[in-house]
Each structure stands twice: as C-alpha cells, then as structure tokens.
C-alpha cells in the first residue's frame, strides 16, 4: 500500500524557517511526480509546489504566493520529499499536504503536518 | 493561471435525491493532442485528506461508488451524485492539471436536507 507520512510541522514566528519531510513508502518514489499542496484552517486547498520525476529531469514548480520563499526537494535514494520554507508569514498557517502524483491526479496524499504562523 | 469557480458554495440535498455540483475553469483544460480534459474532483470529509472520485474528468477512481459520476469538457464540468447517501455529506473540489499553478476550486460543501 502507498504510505506518505509528512513530519516536521509546529508553531513558528513570522520570517522564521521550518522544515517538512515526507517518507514514502509502497511504490517506486523515482518514477513519480510528487506535490505539497495545503489547507488552512476552515479554508480550501492550495497547491504549493511539485518534484517532477527523473524522467522529467526532477523540475520543480511552485506557486506564485510561495515562490522565492519555499523550496521543494526529494532524496529518492531515501524515498524523502522535503519543503524547505522560509521567511514565513501569518497567511502561511495551515495543514501541509505531501501528494503522490499518478495518472492525471493526486491519488494518494498524507495524513498532513500543522504549520503555525504566529508570534 | 487558470481560475477554476465551483458552485453553488453550499448545497442541501435530500437522502436519495440528486446532487450536483459544477465547476467552471477560465480558460480550457483540454489539450486537442490528446482530447482529455484535465480535470479531477476531489471528496474531503472532516479531519480527512481529500480523496481522489474523478481523474481526466470522468474516469472513476477504482473504489468510487457508481451512483457518482463525473462529466463535461473544455470549461464546464459536473460532478453528480445520483442518490445521495449520509456517508457522501462532505466538501467536493475540482483541480485542473492542465497547466501550473493547478488550482482547485474553492470548494462546495455538500449536507443532507
């Protein structure tokens, strides 16, 4: 069975870093496009970022409101999906999602990790 | 980026009865390449992830009840549920993936009546 368990989320100051991980396990990680996307509180989804796979040469893509402040990484030797983010503000409180990306969806996502932004 | 706008926000349905819910993009989420649309619909329950219904639009996700459906193409698209059942009480999104950002509708939260 595909497992993504994301880990690394907690309450942080605003202009501090955090740093999210996501073990994956159940499938073979270095074929697959991979995505953060995130929820805040009461609010809807929000696709942040994507790993494109080996094949497509592991080229990363984010969205505006993110770009220049976050970084999406992988270790495929590790099966491990990361988000490096920084300079965090308020707005970026809310639930992190790790995707596992296959045939024209987001077919399996993680349990999530709680991001917090506030002094 | 493309601006994908669900509605309606909110919806009461009876037990049994229909529901349906649209989601329109701003731009096409088709490619003529191919003739996908590149669409998915997601069901979130609370405290859950979303969970896939609906990839290339209407093609079912194995372990989706058949009483959903999914349809449309280009900029109009509709998720159905065609005998709503108390375990379908959730919030439903559309994605496009046809072109990054891939954005998702805001989100319309489906209840019994």
């Known amino acids: 069975d595909v497992q993504l368990v994301e880990s690394g989320g907690g309450l942080v100051q605003p202009g501090g870093s955090l740093r999210l991980s996501c073990a994956a396990s159940?499938?073979?990680?270095?074929?697959?496009?991979l995505d953060w996307v995130r929820q805040a509180p009461g609010k809807g989804l929000e696709w942040v970022g994507r790993?494109?796979?080996?094949?497509?040469?592991?080229?990363?893509e984010y969205a505006a409101s993110v770009k220049g402040r976050f970084t999406v990484s992988r270790d495929d030797s590790k099966n491990s999906l990361h988000l490096q983010m920084n300079s965090l503000k308020t707005e970026d409180t809310a639930m992190y999602y790790c995707?596992?990306?296959?045939?024209?969806?987001?077919?399996?996502w993680g349990q999530g990790t709680q991001v917090t932004v506030s002094s | 980026d493309i601006v994908m706008t669900q509605s309606p926000d909110s919806l009461a349905v009876s037990l049994g009865e229909r529901a349906t819910i649209n989601c329109k993009s701003s731009?096409?989420?088709?490619?003529?390449?191919?003739?996908?649309?590149?669409l998915a619909w997601y069901q979130q329950k609370p405290g859950q992830p979303p969970k896939l219904l609906f990839y290339?639009?209407?093609t079912r996700e194995s372990g989706v009840p058949d009483r959903f459906s999914g349809s449309g193409s280009g900029t109009d698209f509709t998720l159905s549920i065609s005998s709503l059942q108390a375990e379908d009480v959730a919030v439903y999104y559309c994605?496009?993936?046809?072109?990054?950002?891939?954005?998702f509708g805001q989100g319309t939260k489906l209840e019994i009546k």
């Open positions: 994605q496009q993936y046809h072109s990054p950002p891939y954005t």
């Open positions: 290339w639009a209407s």
């Open positions: 790993s494109k796979n080996r094949r497509n040469g592991y080229t990363i």
């Open positions: 159940g499938f073979i990680f270095s074929d697959h496009y």
């Open positions: 731009q096409s989420v088709s490619y003529s390449s191919n003739n996908q649309n590149y």
């Open positions: 995707v596992r990306w296959d045939s024209g969806a987001c077919r399996n």
